[in-house]
């Protein structure tokens, strides 16, 4: 059983960054897939970003690409959401998750088995 716990979240402006952490409690990421999820307000959860512990797979949404990176940080067991040129439509509740997708999973909700409770960021315009 690998707890999930997020942190970074706050209240910023339109062109701020964030940087969210995701770190396992009473675990290892150990041979998982984390990934970064998103939900706003009436919407339903979307896919943002996902590395594999282990290994070089790295995945971006569309919307995100070029703004966001996720990273692993061995030494501290971390996997880092850094959002840059945060936008309004970027408020949402972020959520890592741990799991064993396959290539063609890895953007999907159900191929995680393991979720964090969630960092609430909101971008003021």
């Known amino acids: 059983q690998v707890q999930l716990v997020e942190s970074g979240g706050g209240l910023v402006q339109t062109g701020d960054s964030l940087r969210l952490s995701c770190a396992p409690s009473?675990?290892?990421?150990?041979?998982?897939?984390v990934g970064w999820f998103r939900q706003a307000p009436g919407k339903e959860r979307e896919f943002v970003a996902a590395?594999?512990?282990?290994?070089?797979?790295?995945v971006y949404a569309d919307s995100v690409k070029g703004r966001f990176t996720i990273s692993r940080d061995f030494a501290k067991t971390t996997v880092n959401l850094q959002m840059n040129g945060l936008k309004p439509e970027d408020t949402a509740i972020y959520y890592c998750?741990?799991?064993?997708?396959?290539?063609?999973?890895?953007?999907?909700?159900?191929?995680?088995?393991?979720w964090g409770q969630g960092t609430q960021v909101t971008v003021s315009s």
């Open positions: 590395a594999r512990w282990r290994g070089g797979t790295i």
């Open positions: 009473g675990g290892t990421f150990s041979d998982y897939a």
């Open positions: 998750a741990a799991g064993r997708p396959i290539m063609s999973t890895i953007r999907t909700e159900s191929a995680y088995y393991y």
